[in-house]
């Protein structure tokens, strides 16, 4: 996420802040110093974005070379652009993108930036203009938009479903690497019981976010530390010899672990690694400029019979198998994180047979 709060808490300053880090034009982030005349132009942009991995545009600024130029005044406050931008949406682009707009106002003169967060749509494609074209980002400078080619079609039919497979794939990959883990460990992973997965990813993967040799980078900046073994696209830390927790370069992060011992279910080690997997998951989408929805997937196997034991109580748990998920935006995990991990904790609870005083 280029910004470290909701859109609708951005200050000015917070634009000027982020626009010093000269962070250049890419597949997700956009400058421009005016409101486009080319209505249609600008909902090329706007439409790319939907289409693609979602992104955000900031107008206001000079660029250079792709990057954003200095000064960083923002341009003449304008009270009709957010309607003004709300309008080419409807009128060039179909089905219509939902968008968020920020207008960041200088308190000191009568200067502003515009933020135009767009995610990743599921309402794809997106078809601009009267010839009805569907455009895709490239990040590239000479063409930073393109028309999407036939053989990447197939990634915006049909709500986006050849992306709905690769994220199949991506999980069900995930699960087979920790049950080669289990294997590696003299264990039948049909055998294991108490198995817990926490798994976020993108919830319409369609390409690599980042190269696969920058993962062992990310992985120290984000704070895990540790022997790594790579596999395809990704790379696996054994955190302890019960759980592991991997990383991708399509945007997969999946911590894995067996929790139960001699039938008892261990809660509060759950818990606690649950939470500190969400945070990590915060610092990594973070890391990717990521800011489009991901599918959250809570999965607890083979816990039918198995005891949970909080302090001087016991209770038994009743459900064999618990999957909980839900979309959930990174900036949710960056700016709201103890809030949301509570209530994932405590859904997740009650399917445990744990009462309200226990949570």
Same mark, same amino acid.
């Given at each position: 996420?280029? %910004? ?46 939907? =289409? ?25 406050? =304008? ?75 197939? /990634?915006?039919?049909? =709500?986006?479903?050849?992306?709905? =497979? ?8 995930? +699960?087979?690497? %920790? ?145 909980? +998920? ?9 700016? !709201? ?5 509570? !209530?994932?904790? +405590?859904?997740?609870? /009650? ?9």
């Amino acid at each position: 996420m280029f %910004f470290q709060k909701p859109i609708n808490q951005l200050t000015f300053e917070d634009v000027r802040n982020f626009l010093k880090q000269g962070v250049p034009e890419n597949t997700m982030l956009d400058y421009k110093l005016l409101l486009p005349k080319n209505n249609e132009k600008f909902a090329k942009t706007i439409a790319a974005f939907a =289409n693609s991995l979602g992104g955000t545009i900031i107008i206001g600024v000079k660029d250079e070379h792709d990057k954003p130029k200095p000064p960083f005044n923002g341009v003449q406050v =304008n009270t009709k652009i957010r309607g003004q931008i709300e309008s080419i949406i409807q009128n060039y682009i179909d089905p219509v993108v939902f968008v968020d707009i920020a207008t960041c106002k200088n308190p000191k003169n009568n200067n502003m930036f515009v933020v135009v967060n767009i995610p990743q749509s599921n309402l794809t494609p997106h078809l601009v203009g009267p010839l009805k074209r569907a455009y895709v980002r490239t990040g590239q400078a000479s063409r930073p938009e393109t028309i999407v080619h036939p053989n990447n079609l197939p /990634w915006l039919l049909d =709500n986006r479903r050849k992306s709905n =497979n690769l994220r199949h794939i991506l999980v069900d990959k995930g +699960e087979a690497h %920790f049950d080669n883990y289990l294997r590696s460990l003299s264990k039948n992973p049909d055998e294991v019981r108490g198995v817990c997965t926490l798994l976020l990813t993108p919830m319409y993967p369609q390409e690599p976010l980042r190269d696969f040799k920058e993962l062992p980078s990310i992985a120290r900046k984000i704070g895990l530390n540790g022997t790594f073994n790579t596999v395809q696209d990704g790379l696996i830390l054994q955190i302890s010899k019960q759980s592991t927790l991997e990383i991708n370069s399509y945007g997969l992060l999946m911590y894995k672990a067996t929790l139960e011992q001699d039938g008892i279910f261990d809660y509060k080690r759950f818990t606690e690694e649950a939470a500190k997997t969400l945070k990590i998951a915060s610092d990594f989408y973070r890391e990717l400029n990521f800011i489009s929805p991901l599918l959250m997937r809570i999965k607890l196997a083979k816990v039918r019979g198995g005891t949970i034991k909080i302090a001087a109580q016991k209770k038994q748990i009743i459900e064999d198998y618990i999957r909980l +998920e839900k979309q959930v935006y990174p900036i949710v995990l960056q700016t !709201g994180l103890a809030d949301f991990a509570r !209530g994932v904790l +405590e859904e997740v609870s /009650w399917a445990l047979n744990l009462m309200p005083d226990y949570l």
